[in-house]
């Protein structure tokens, strides 16, 4: 560094704000190395270190704090300490300033693990929903009715070109929703004959597939017939 | 739809046709082959054919001439007029236009994207053209075969049905024109929404589409797009940690070497600890030593100090016993004095005189030898000062001569060191000599570039000249070589073949002909023979006429006779190849300017020969471009050389290059090595002679320094000398001789007065010899008294001078030992040997070379550790570079975007097989379930059909695509094929028009119904001026009358067209209407 020593007599408050790594975290880049003792070293009061987003005092027992303040907003969903400033006291030279951090960020980054459609529902009732970055991991077998919820509970939760959606922002992890086989007696008695026969020539691909991509893709068509029918109904005014 | 005028320009047969179509039944009619088929073909070509496309060809004029044009204006709702004019052919235009009166059109769309909107607007099934699976030809779909029929294949709708439609919007029109009893809404809804999910992302023929704006291939674009990243991150990962590992690897060799300079540093440390321990133990040890023998020394003194003290006790004891031997001598002496005075009492009264006589004379001769002692001594005073000075004047001499010497030493020394630097002053010189030369070599190297620079410009020059003449060369050679027209010499053998076959097809017409003209009357007769022409003759006499191969004779007014010889095979043969001459070797030899092929062929060679030179001069140009690039940079080579030319000869400064020529020139083949020889020679020599001047100007230093010492001492010696030559100023010899004389003359009177005192003591003895016998006694006591006082004195004396001399050395001793301090010393010697104590004993004793060598090793251990500092210091940077943890990161990222579009494209795909299938089940519902279009409009054509037909057939069965399942006949499905040709253009007709009574669309039929009986036709005839009120009809026939009441012909004269039945019904003869080529 070319800040020079502190001089014999000098009791100016000393500040510093680098951007490096004191190496207090495993496996983490080793660029712009920084040592533990710097602040001490060059005579400061204080040191900030810029580089990674969370919040830490990684000398707390030494008389110069050298903190990371972190990002005052968060932008991952692994940044558990980040989202703060750091509120920083000096008294004088030589009386260790007193450092707190201070939460100031917008976003709530949270990540969610839905195992039922209940589950899903109570993802709504999340207070603040709109400051949230919500991952959403929908690891449930649902029918085509409940399937249908799912997506507008999700559409609901992300928004279209027309609305908001309720949460700040959405990622939704599908990989493990898996449909019901099968209409299940879902679909409403009073359909036209056509449309009717069309359901159980799909429940029978169903019943009689031999593989389970075939399965799937049967009980997809249902899900998707249902969504029409839900569209068609809507439109008339009358709920499915 | 609706038409309102259809214009044809150079269209197949057809010159020129302008027709307006009436609002209801439209009937062309005109003689076969006057081209009303190509009529309806324009129409559906106007309607459906790129311009671009090759299906045209089939159009083109058999003569030749301009592409074909169609142009069309039709009305799809009102205020709703299009034009749409097509030219066709490679090159050709397209252009839509729109209005709402009919006069004032805009364009809409121009070229592609006339088809495209065409197709929209009819929604004939025909999907837009470009994309996979569209068809490259004329396009065809249920609708355009139902609306638009052909001659050729009249019951060709009742074979054909909506399932082979490309596109689902032919079915989509007719299921809205159907719908109040075709399907449930809400399933045409749900079919409708379905199949436009489908076709989101499937074409018509059920392949996927790729093409941009699909989902595939945005999905796909999305995963190519994270996998590149993925994969760039990858190579950065990789990268990174490569570089993590090379820094591990450092970091290691960095711990290796630092564990390395550690140890060195700690061996290095022992050694020097132990280096400092035996220096500071032998400092110690000296320290104890010196503070012993300081103890000593003053103990010493003590000691001395009581030994003196003794010593002087003991002289005083001494002294005092000398004293009390004094005391006893001098009585002893007194009484022996007692006896001789009591002697010489007695002897005096005798020689009392003589006595006093000897007495004086002795006295005399005393203060004789007193005299002579003193002169002796002055003299030996004198000797011994000139003696003194003498030995000043040798010493003075002694130090001039050492002066001389030492002068002479530094005049030699300023000798050499002027010798040494006159040799360096040479040896300079010649360097700067060599520097001259180089310099001059260089600029002779630079003159010598330049001159190759200058060259290579005078050459570009030239070249460019060159280049400039061969490319006139070469414009006046293609200039030539583009006045010839020619074919591909290749094609000169077809040609000479068919000159060879023309010939030989000639040659069976050449049979010679011999025509004899009768004439009964005189006539004038004109002959042409053999395609020459002979005058006209008036005879009445037998006119023999003789001829190779034709012969026409015209006979005015009467006949014209023309007899042609060979069989008619032969001169179709020979015309086909006339033809065929004319049409693929007459225009190469008009264009060549040639009569015949010969001709040709020299033209061809001629221009093979101006093609081969075009190509040489292309070749030359190529290489005068490839020389001419090559010296591009001979211009700034020749700057360069110049510059660098005057650069050395400024660096010459004045020296003339001239005067460096003769001796560059006498170094040889490789002045510049001889150079770097002479100059690292001279720089030896240079080293050398400035070691020989630096040591030679030590030794003057010294010599010159040794002189002023000598000089100093030499001046000191003559001052002294001069000082005591100054006190001998008659001269050292002068003085020493007369001091040598005076000391001779001192010594004889000292031996004259001796021997004057000799003899007078003799006689003096001899007088006194009695009284000496007298006195010898006494005296004899006396003197031994004397004696015994003198050695008592003298022992007195002795110890006296001795216990002073002792009771001094001890006061001094004393003195000294006073002034030592024995405690300090030995608080010293104590301090010193308790530091001696403390001083660490060192294990083993080190060399300076060990401990030399353990700084060499440590310091080459370090130098080394630097230089891993210095790489993993580099290696850090690299990973900067590459990224490190943040590449991972981001790869880490890019991985999971990867995974997520993956798995996104893996359920865009089973979403739209899902709907892809959802689709097909429904349609095999809706066609199970037969809420289909066959059966909507399967009882319209039925009841026609049997009105018709006179209930003969029950019904028409059509499928739910409208195809023709065939007729009902006593309650069984009949095929279409089994019932008579006549009914099923009937019944064709009969589909056709009520399709397009629920389209409320034009329906075109070309002669449909030739093959039906008068009843029928009658029939049709009140249907379709029924129909006509409805819908548009236009019907191409050769017999009008089957259509139009001979009162709605059109009447004879320059009408076109005529309109009745209250404008429903319009009659447009196409022999006015049309001009055909």
């Known amino acids: 560094m070319a800040l020079p020593a502190r001089e014999l007599g000098d009791t100016r408050v000393r500040i510093g704000c680098v951007h490096g790594c004191t190496f207090d975290m495993d496996g983490y880049q080793t660029n712009f190395p920084i040592c533990r003792d710097a602040g001490i070293q060059r005579g400061l009061d204080y040191l900030a270190i810029g580089d990674t987003h969370s919040f830490r005092d990684v000398t707390e027992t030494s008389s110069v704090p050298t903190v990371y303040p972190g990002a005052p907003e968060p932008t991952n969903f692994d940044e558990p300490g980040a989202g703060c400033v750091a509120l920083v006291a000096l008294f004088r030279h030589g009386l260790r300033p007193r450092v707190e951090a201070e939460s100031v960020a917008f976003w709530r980054w949270i990540d969610r693990r839905c195992r039922d459609i209940n589950e899903l529902r109570t993802v709504l009732t999340t207070q603040d929903l709109d400051r949230h970055v919500v991952r959403l991991h929908l690891d449930m077998t649902v029918s085509v009715a409940e399937e249908s919820e799912v997506e507008r509970i999700v559409r609901d939760l992300q928004g279209t070109d027309a609305t908001h959606g309720r949460a700040g922002a959405l990622l939704v992890d599908r990989t493990n929703l898996r449909l019901q086989p099968g209409s299940g007696g879902v679909f409403p008695d009073d359909l036209p004959p056509v449309v009717k026969d069309t359901i159980a020539r799909l429940d029978r691909l169903i019943a009689d597939a031999s593989d389970e991509a075939e399965k799937a893709r049967a009980t997809r068509a249902l899900a998707h017939l249902y969504k029409l029918l839900q569209n068609q109904e809507a439109l008339a005014g009358r709920a499915l | ?1077």
């Open chain 2, 1 to 1077: 739809m609706r038409l309102h005028r259809l214009r044809v320009v150079d269209f197949a047969a057809i010159r020129d046709a302008n027709i307006e179509f009436g609002p209801g039944l439209n009937v062309l009619y005109g003689p076969n082959d006057l081209g009303k088929s190509t009529l309806a073909d324009a129409i559906r070509l106007a309607l459906l054919l790129p311009h671009t496309s090759t299906h045209i060809e089939e159009y083109v004029p058999w003569t030749g001439g301009r592409d074909p044009v169609v142009e069309m204006t039709f009305e799809t709702e009102p205020q709703r007029i299009w034009r749409v004019r097509k030219e066709f052919r490679k090159g050709g235009t397209a252009l839509l236009q729109e209005s709402k009166n009919g006069v004032d059109f805009d364009d809409v769309e121009r070229a592609r994207k006339v088809d495209g909107k065409l197709r929209d607007l009819l929604s004939w099934g025909i999907p837009e053209p470009g994309g996979a699976g569209g068809s490259k030809g004329l396009p065809t779909s249920f609708l355009a075969t139902v609306l638009l029929s052909t001659q050729s294949d009249v019951t060709s709708v009742l074979n054909d049905s909506l399932q082979g439609d490309p596109s689902g919007t032919g079915r989509e029109r007719i299921a809205a024109a159907l719908s109040a009893v075709a399907q449930d809404p809400l399933f045409v809804a749900l079919l409708r929404a379905t199949q436009s999910r489908r076709d989101e992302a499937y074409t018509d023929r059920g392949a996927k589409k790729t093409a941009k704006g699909s989902v595939f291939k945005a999905a796909a674009d999305r995963l190519n797009e994270v996998r590149d990243e993925k994969e760039t991150l990858q190579k950065l990962v990789d990268d990174s940690e490569s570089v993590e590992r090379m820094l591990r690897e450092l970091t290691a060799r960095r711990g290796q070497c630092g564990e390395a300079v550690a140890m060195a540093a700690e061996r290095l440390g022992t050694l020097e600890r132990l280096a400092l321990e035996a220096v500071a133990l032998a400092e110690a040890t000296e320290q104890v030593r010196l503070a012993q023998a300081e103890v000593t020394r003053i103990q010493r003194i003590g000691s001395d100090v009581d030994a003196a003290a003794r010593n002087v006790e003991d002289l005083s004891g001494k002294a005092e016993q000398a004293e009390q031997t004094l005391k006893l001598a001098e009585g002893l002496q007194t009484e022996a004095a007692t006896v001789l005075e009591a002697a010489e009492e007695a002897v005096r009264p005798a020689g009392s005189d003589a006595a006093m006589t000897d007495t004086v004379a002795r006295q005399r001769l005393e203060l004789r030898k007193a005299a002579a002692d003193h002169a002796s001594r002055e003299a030996q005073q004198q000797i011994d000062g000139a003696m003194g000075a003498q030995t000043l004047v040798d010493a003075a001499a002694t130090a001039e001569r050492e002066h001389r010497a030492h002068q002479a030493e530094a005049d030699g020394a300023r000798v050499m060191l002027s010798t040494a630097t006159a040799k360096q002053q040479v040896v300079d010189d010649q360097l700067r000599r060599v520097d001259a030369l180089e310099r001059a070599l260089d600029a002779q190297v630079a003159d010598e570039q330049a001159a190759v620079a200058q060259a290579d410009v005078d050459r570009d020059a030239v070249l460019r000249a060159r280049l400039a003449a061969e490319i006139g060369e070469r414009e006046a050679l293609a200039g030539r070589r583009a006045t010839i027209t020619v074919p591909e010499s290749a094609a000169l053998v077809p040609m000479r073949r068919l000159d060879t076959d023309l010939a030989a097809a000639r040659g069976a017409l050449n049979v010679g002909l011999f025509v004899t003209v009768t004439p009964r009357v005189p006539v004038d007769i004109r002959v042409h023979k053999d395609g020459t022409t002979a005058d006209s003759v008036s005879t009445a006499k037998p006119m023999d006429i003789e001829a190779n191969t034709e012969v026409d004779v015209d006979i005015v007014n009467v006949a014209t006779v023309r007899v042609r010889g060979g069989r008619r095979e032969a001169q179709r043969t020979a015309e086909s190849l006339e033809e065929r001459w004319n049409r693929e070797v007459a225009p190469h030899l008009a264009a060549a300017n040639v009569s015949d092929l010969e001709g040709l062929s020299a033209r061809v060679a001629e221009a093979q020969g101006l093609d081969l030179n075009i190509k040489t001069k292309d070749a030359e140009l190529e290489s005068l471009h490839g020389e001419i690039a090559s010296l591009a940079d001979s211009a700034r080579a020749l700057l360069e050389a110049s510059d660098r030319a005057r650069v050395c000869r400024a660096a010459l400064r004045d020296t003339q290059p001239d005067t460096l020529a003769a001796e560059l020139t006498g170094l040889g083949a490789d002045p510049p090595g001889a150079l770097r020889k002479r100059r690292q020679q001279l720089s030896g020599d240079l080293e050398m002679a400035r070691a020989t001047a630096s040591q030679v100007g030590t030794a003057h230093t010294l010599a010159e320094e040794r002189g002023r010492n000598s000089r100093s001492a030499l001046d000191a010696a003559v001052v002294a000398r001069d000082a005591a030559l100054a006190m001998f100023p008659q001269g050292i010899p002068t003085t020493l001789s007369a001091a040598q004389a005076a000391l001779s003359a001192a010594s004889n009177e000292q031996e004259m007065i001796a021997a004057e005192l000799a003899s007078m003591e003799s006689a003096i003895a001899a007088e006194n010899a009695r009284i000496d016998a007298a006195l010898r006694g006494a005296r004899a006591t006396l003197e031994q008294a004397r004696a015994g006082v003198d050695v008592a004195q003298a022992e007195r004396t002795k110890s006296i001078a001795e216990h002073a001399l002792q009771l001094g050395r001890l006061d001094a001793l004393q003195r000294q030992r006073d002034a030592e301090d024995l405690a300090t010393a030995e608080n010293r010697f104590r301090d010193a040997a308790e530091r001696h104590a403390t001083v660490p004993v060192p294990e083993r004793v080190v060399a300076e070379a060990e401990v030399q060598t353990a700084r060499t090793v440590t310091a080459r251990a370090k130098l080394e550790l630097e230089g891993i500092e210095r790489e993993i210091q580099r290696t850090h940077g690299a990973l900067e570079q590459v990224g490190g943890a943040v590449a991972r990161e981001r790869l880490r990222d890019a991985i999971e975007a990867f995974e997520l579009a993956e798995r996104q494209e893996r359920e865009i795909e089973a979403d739209y097989e899902a709907w892809r299938l959802l689709l097909d089940q429904m349609k095999e519902a809706d066609a199970a379930q037969a809420s289909n279009l066959g059966q909507a409009l399967g009882p319209a054509i039925a009841v026609r059909f049997e009105a018709l037909t006179q209930r003969r057939y029950e019904s028409v069965r059509l499928t739910a695509q409208l195809g023709t399942e065939g007729v009902v006949v006593a309650g069984a499905v009949r095929p279409t094929e089994r019932i008579s040709v006549g009914t099923r253009e009937q019944l064709s007709t009969l589909y056709r028009l009520s399709m397009a009574e629920y389209l409320r669309t034009t329906v075109v039929l070309d002669d449909q119904l030739v093959q039906s009986d008068d009843t029928r036709m009658d029939w049709f005839r009140a249907l379709l001026t029924e129909k006509a009120r409805q819908f548009q009809i236009v019907v191409f026939t050769c017999r009008p009358s089957d259509y139009l009441s001979a009162s709605a012909m059109v009447p004879k004269g320059k009408a076109i067209h005529k309109d009745t039945d209250g404008e429903f019904v319009r009659a447009i003869d196409l022999g006015r209407a049309l001009r055909p080529r």
